[in-house]
């Protein structure tokens, strides 16, 4: 059997390169080794309810008709229609550190008047960070190689400032310990408090039907449990060389990795699959393990990103309304210095996000409260305990969750009709991310290419992250691969 | 197809990408992409599409020519002569 594209994942990225690739005509199947479709952001059925794995917000809000800003993008290009969505925008956020908040909704009147407020000293330098940040025609998601923190430093005095307008970035999309790249602040920025937070009705499913749908409807094919166990890779001829537009990433491989040409791949069932291209979606690191290691060899950084998460779901009778709360996510730290790294211990109940679906401005009111409350977490320490232990330390941690909820936002204990939890290795274990690294590896691969012809990676490693940001990495990386394509294949 | 056809067999295409823009005033003679707002993307649909409705291929170096209505009909006319007009946008 022979595709012209296969791709690893059916996750966001590989869902919205897949659409691509079935309108361009290309005979597509979409491989994912899980039962259902969605990878990080999927849904699953617990205790006769129906949970989004992943979903807060949809972040880069935009509204019907604004077709520059990425969600606009993204759904011209894959056809789609904004009111198909039914997008509720949030009701408003915050930035919490001991004594002082900051929120911030989708209209970004609202976070200027609290920096003035707050920070009456710093709104001038504030305007100019606005009218400095980059803009999208700069950001494909390469790294400048700025710090953040740096840059940040240089236009603000206060550091508590800073500290704050980093946590939420971090939370939404930091692949790496305690900064932030320019490039990559300036896109979770925008995302965050330029663009803002919705919901769609109904979650995360009716969305990733929809994609489903739009992709079946284009001719894709999508099979599920069909992970794949091999990429296939011809050695040898040397093409990559050959190529101007190559030349750079040939380099990078010069030192000591064999140039090669992808074949197909070998499914975990034994079944061989011929394809001219191949896009993953497993990661950087996960996609070099799949390939002969002759190929692995020389690539550079390849360690797995550092980052993980534990997250509590609670789900009471009442909705948070009744119990006081009426926003949408809280970003929390309980100290002036907001430390975004791999915790010490299992968890960091220090800092965190607190986040509720139920005040959205959505259509389809809710019936149950639900919180969420994500904490960074040790992927290295939950991997260490046996499983007697396993089972008491993620209740001990929904505990310090729960009690950080309610100092930051609202109180819940006492009331939980239904509760979940997830780890690192839950992570790790449904969507095969090294490390269970929501966010991948700290360095990204911004044209997707991977120094083997016709294999290209898409979303979290490629560099965008988010479900908007997934979708659009998808979708930028097929594009590019067919306007080259479109050069030579004539 | 005549050039007429071509015409509305283009504005068509556009408006499968991009429903939300006018295009009963679109200009013949002045580049699509100074009235409405198209980027290098969405010309790559365009070509898309002309390939899935009528099987005419347009390779890279020629996207140029599509860069005005009038440019279009001269470029796709031999191309599009023995075609039927196909519409599939919902306006
Ligand atoms: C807890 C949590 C909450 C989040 N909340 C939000 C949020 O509120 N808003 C937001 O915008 N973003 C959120 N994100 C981030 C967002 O979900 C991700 O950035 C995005 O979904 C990444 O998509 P992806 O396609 O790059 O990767 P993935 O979703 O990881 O897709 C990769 C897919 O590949 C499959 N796969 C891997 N290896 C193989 C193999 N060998 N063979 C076959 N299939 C394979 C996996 O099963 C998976 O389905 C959240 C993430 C998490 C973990």
Known sequence: MRYDALIIGAGLSGLGAGIRLAQFGKRVAILEKHTVWGGLNSFYKLGGRLFDSGLHALTNYAPRGERTKPLGRILRQLRIDHDALELGEQSWSAV???????????????????????FPGEADAFERLLAD???????????????????????????????????????YGGAREHDLDWQQFAILFRAIFLEGFARPAGGIRPVLDLLVKRYKAEGGELR???????????????????????????????????????????????????????YSSAGWVETLALCPPEHARGVGPVEPGPLSFFESLTVTAEEPRALGFDGTAVFFNDSPRFDYRSPDALVDPHSGV??????????????????????????????????ERYVAEKARAAELALAAAARF???????????????????????????????????????????????????TDQGFVGIVGALLSGITVVNRRALEGAGSAS | MTNDEIVLAIK????????????????????????????????????????????VQVPEQDYLELATLDGCVKYLGPKLADKQLKLASRA
């Open chain 1, 133 to 171: 940040l980059p803009g999208y025609e700069l950001l494909d998601g390469s790294s400048s190689g700025r710090s953040a923190r740096a840059e940040l430093a240089g236009r603000f005095r206060e550091p508590l400032l800073v500290e704050m307008l980093l946590c939420p970035l971090c939370y």
């Open chain 1, 224 to 278: 599920l449990r069909a992970g794949v166990a091999r990429i296939v890779v011809e050695r040898g001829v040397d093409r990559a060389l050959d190529r101007g537009v190559d030349r750079g990433i040939a380099r990078d491989f010069d030192r000591g990795a064999a140039h090669g040409r992808v074949r197909g791949v070998v499914l975990e069932n034994g079944e061989e699959l011929d394809a001219e291209h191949v």
């Open chain 1, 354 to 387: 607190i986040c509720t679906p139920n005040n959205y401005a959505t259509t389809e009111p809710l019936t149950e409260g639900l919180l969420r409350v994500t904490l960074l977490a040790n992927h290295a320490k939950w991997r260490a305990l046996d499983p």
């Open chain 1, 96 to 118: 919490r550190f001991p004594g002082i908040e900051l929120r911030f909704s989708n209209d970004l009147a609202l976070l200027r008047s609290e920096i003035a407020r707050a």
């Open chain 2, 12 to 55: 068509d295409i556009i408006a499968t990408i991009a429903p939300d823009e006018e295009l009963a005033h679109l200009k013949m003679d002045v580049r699509l992409r100074e009235q409405i707002e198209l980027d290098s993307m969405d010309f790559l649909d365009i070509v898309m599409e002309l390939r899935k409705r009528y099987g």
């Open chain 1, 409 to 459: 936002a609202f109180d819940v204990r006492g009331k939980a009709v239904f509760q979940d939890t997830f780890t690192p290795l839950t992570i790790e274990r449904f969507t095969g991310h090294a490390g269970g690294a929501v966010y991948g590896s700290a360095h990204k691969r911004p044209d997707g290419k991977t120094g083997i012809d016709g294999l290209s990676l898409v979303g």
